[in-house]
């Protein structure tokens, strides 16, 4: 009984020295996106990533000047086109299931990209992942930044699985 109340207690123990570790990654990772949406991360003076919106998010985006709203979400909400034209925003909708990306999602993608290269756009998803992920490709393949400096972006935001990393080596290797 005593080795049982024993380990109990230092079970108990490390659990409760683990808590504010994780309270404060919570806690910085939530600084570290602070925004409009979750996840959202700033690439640069012109380009964000993020996920849904949060309380208040589409007044913050429209603070923020920005002007593209490309949202990557296979089933996004109803009623989000109209909500951001209310707003000035162009809404565009280039659907990408989360467990099966194609080569052809990345290319509407960069079309996108492209034709809005000098507006102020917001890369959307659910949760930052598709988002992060068609950026990153996005700024590697055409804009040619280096992968170490994209790199840094995508994993601001979060560690690719294998299945998105497969995905995001096959357009890398097979790009012009």
């Known amino acids: 009984m005593r080795r049982i109340l024993n380990n109990f207690s230092t079970t108990i123990a490390m659990f409760v020295l683990a808590i504010p570790n994780g309270v404060s990654a919570q806690m910085n990772s939530a600084e570290a996106h602070a925004g409009p949406a979750m996840n959202y991360h700033r690439v640069d003076d012109r ?3 993020g996920g849904h919106f949060v309380d208040g998010g589409l007044a913050d985006l429209h603070g923020q000047g920005v002007k593209v709203v490309i949202d990557l979400r296979d089933k996004p ?3 989000q086109k109209e909500k951001l034209a209310k707003l000035g925003i162009e809404w565009i909708n280039i659907p990408v299931v989360w467990k099966a990306p194609k080569q052809r999602d990345f290319d509407r993608f960069s079309r996108a990209m492209s034709k809005h290269q000098d507006d102020n756009v917001l890369v959307q998803c659910q949760a930052n992942y598709r ?5 990153y490709l996005y700024r590697v393949v055409v804009e040619k930044v280096p992968e170490k400096d994209a790199k840094e972006d995508l994993r601001a935001v979060w560690e690719p699985n294998d299945l998105w990393q497969d995905y995001m080596n096959g357009i890398i290797e097979t790009a012009p």
């Open 131 to 135: 988002a992060s992920a068609m950026t």
């Open 47 to 49: 380009l964000a990533t």
């Open 77 to 79: 909400p109803s009623g």
